[in-house]
């Protein structure tokens, strides 16, 4: 503990250092006795007292509150990682992640397309479906992804169909509940993410109680059985794979899980392959 309010102290000082006054909005007045902002001007900026800051900078406070250091890495110009590094030695926990919108990238548009063969598909925070590949209409029709089944969560709980061919349905509908409690927990002002919830809670009575018992889940791999209409059922295993940008997009990507589920899947992508192709 003691080590770490020193690493506190000391990256508080350096970075107080390297701030100007003018960086922040401030008159450069008089000579200064040593570089940067002054402690009181700091605290002015961060809306905290001196005193306390002056404790926090000596190492002599407890653990400051996530808003608190937000307002001192907003007043000393921190960036992202030296924020996430002043909540690491001050809390002993990294901060929430800001949620940054952003559209689908088109390096990970190449990654999902460059999977022919692997169903994958991008989602945001709210299970909207962003893009998927040709291997994932193959799989799941030429409507995925599109009106009615552009969410997820949406297509679990109130399409009949995708109700009816996940095998699995109950185990993995609920992990859906547990990890979107997860996303509203993160972005509790989302209107669109809470117009989903309300929707599901009134549409589906296994969301609702599932809802209301408080689960938290945030699985991003496991394994799932399809029953398609003519292939039959396969065993697919599945990966959901974050950006690091902020976005809080998903790259979820199916893998056969045994060879009979490959042979089946291949099948199914070359005939799709094909009715495209002819369609040309």
């Known amino acids: 503990m003691t080590a770490r309010r020193d690493e506190l102290a000391a990256f508080l000082r350096a970075a107080r250092e390297r701030v100007r ?35 926090l900078e000596q190492g002599r406070v407890g653990t400051p509150g996530s808003a608190v250091l937000d ?50 598909y991008v989602v945001d925070f709210r299970f909207d479906i962003l893009a998927c590949n040709a291997a994932a209409s193959a799989l799941f029709g030429p409507g995925f992804g599109h009106g009615r089944q552009g969410n997820t969560a949406r297509m679990l709980f109130l399409d009949p169909e995708t109700r009816e061919t996940n095998l699995d349905w109950a185990a993995f ?20 993410l809470a117009e989903l919830i309300a ?10 109680a599932w809802w209301d018992d408080q689960h938290v889940h945030e699985r991003s791999r496991g394994t799932k059985r399809f029953r398609h209409a003519t292939a039959g059922t396969l065993t697919v295993a599945y990966d959901m794979l974050a950006a690091l940008d902020g976005s809080d997009q998903r790259l979820f990507v199916l893998t056969p899980a045994d060879e009979p589920s490959e042979r089946l899947l291949r099948t199914l992508v070359t005939a799709h392959a094909t009715t495209l192709a002819s369609a040309v």
Not at 22 to 47: F, H, I, K, Y
């Open 199 to 208: 929707e599901l809670r009134t549409a589906s009575a296994e969301f609702a």
């Open 71 to 120: 307002g001192i890495a907003a007043a000393l110009l921190l960036s992202p990682a030296e924020r996430v590094h002043l909540h690491l030695i001050a809390r002993g926990e990294a901060p929430p992640r800001p949620h940054v919108p952003a559209p689908l990238g088109g390096g990970l548009l190449a990654v999902l397309n460059g999977m022919p063969l692997l169903p994958a």
């Open 21 to 55: 006054p003018q960086d922040v909005g401030l008159p450069a007045l008089g000579r200064r006795r040593t570089p940067g902002l002054r402690r009181q001007e700091v605290a002015e900026l961060a809306a905290v007292s001196i005193d306390w800051y002056v404790r």
């Open 173 to 192: 509908s609920r992990e859906m509940v547990g990890n979107l409690r997860v996303n509203h927990a993160r972005h509790p002002d989302d209107p669109h």
